[in-house]
């Protein structure tokens, strides 16, 4: 994924000011062996593509006056308090022989074809939406998939049972809750159900 880019050569809170107002948005790259670099982006692409989910967990290359400025990965954006308006944008820079820690967003599958949802009309809420992991950045996933088609009434899952790609690896800790059926009142959990069964047979 390539965007465009030219050089800035002036710095300030007025010389960001005049950007904007010309429909530039100031950012910056950093990280590597090279100094920080100021450039500037158009506003209008750089608004549609931060709203974009796989823009914030893909290798973006670099194109800076017409050249090649290597790979980066996004990693701030900067909103306006009310205006929909992009006001700044970090990026770093990644070596492809080099690990990333980043967050990639979270995918939930086959939720109504699992027990919970329909042996035990359970409600399943997702407190996180996001993992943050480490790999290479030729393994950065734009998204992990969790398959939710064994998750019973009452169960939770954590962040250790997420079955991640291959080469990446967990940063959070993995008793993070990423899913959780909650049974709603009146509904029994399977659990429940075949105590239930055991106690009418005995």
Request: aromatic share 4%; hydrophobic share 40%.
């Amino acid at each position: 994924m390539k965007f465009n880019a030219t050089t800035r050569s002036v710095k300030g809170t007025s010389a960001s000011r005049r950007l904007r107002r010309a429909g530039r948005v100031p950012a910056i790259v950093y990280g590597g062996n090279a100094e920080p670099l100021n450039i500037e982006l158009d506003h209008n692409e750089t608004y549609h593509a931060v709203r974009k989910e796989e823009y914030h967990s893909s290798i973006l290359e670099l194109i800076v006056d017409g050249k090649s400025a290597g790979s980066v990965l996004l990693r701030a954006v900067q909103w306006h308090p009310y205006k929909q308006q992009v006001l700044h944008v970090d990026f770093q820079r990644v070596a492809k022989n080099e690990r990333i820690t980043t967050k990639v967003p979270l995918h939930f599958v086959n939720a109504d074809i699992s027990p919970a949802v329909k042996l035990s009309a359970a409600v399943i809420v997702h407190p996180v939406t996001e993992l943050e992991i480490s790999c290479l950045p030729g393994d950065l996933p734009q998204g992990i998939e969790v398959d939710l088609s064994n998750l019973e009434g009452g169960a939770v899952l954590h962040a250790g049972d997420v079955k991640l790609p291959e080469g990446v690896t967990l940063v959070q800790q993995a008793d993070l809750v990423v899913a959780n059926a909650q049974v709603r009142g009146g509904a029994a959990s399977s659990s429940d159900q075949e105590e239930g069964g055991e106690a009418a047979g005995e």
